[in-house]
Nanobody, 119 residues
Framework: QVQLVESGGGLVQAGGSLRLSCAAS????????MGWYRQAPGKQRELVAI???????NYADSVKGRFTISRDNANNTVVLQMNSLKPEDTAVYYC?????????????WGQGTQVTVSS
């Protein structure tokens, strides 16, 4: 079982920055792929960025060059640095931990943190 707690959301003007953190419980954090997802009102949840247990990173096209994901396995944290924020980045942001031990997928979500970007 993994528990995820996000922090760092808030209200920011367009062009500003926010730093989201996700603290994870458990002793096997380094084995999980960690991701940030977001869900805007009336829209489906979408992937923002993911970092695998081996350090491979992928970003949604909409955030490439503006957002940076990183992880600290020693402290069980994953961070999403968001720069040059746009109003369309407004959403609830969720931390995700995912690991497959065949045939079982272990998939955990945080409670979400609101990010609001004003124009």
């Amino acid at each position: 079982q993994v528990q995820l707690v996000e922090s760092g959301g808030g209200l920011v003007q367009a062009g500003g920055s926010l730093r989201l953190s996700c603290a994870a419980s458990g002793r096997t954090f380094s084995s999980y792929a960690m991701g940030w997802y977001r869900q805007a009102p009336g829209k489906q949840r979408e992937l923002v960025a993911i970092i695998t247990n081996s350090g491979n990173i992928n970003y949604a096209d909409s955030v490439k060059g503006r957002f940076t994901i990183s992880r600290d396995n020693a402290n069980n944290t994953v961070v999403l640095q968001m720069n040059s924020l746009k109003p369309e980045d407004t959403a609830v942001y969720y931390c995700n931990a995912r690991r497959t031990i065949a045939p079982t997928l272990f998939n955990y979500w945080g409670q979400g943190t609101q990010v609001t970007v004003s124009s």
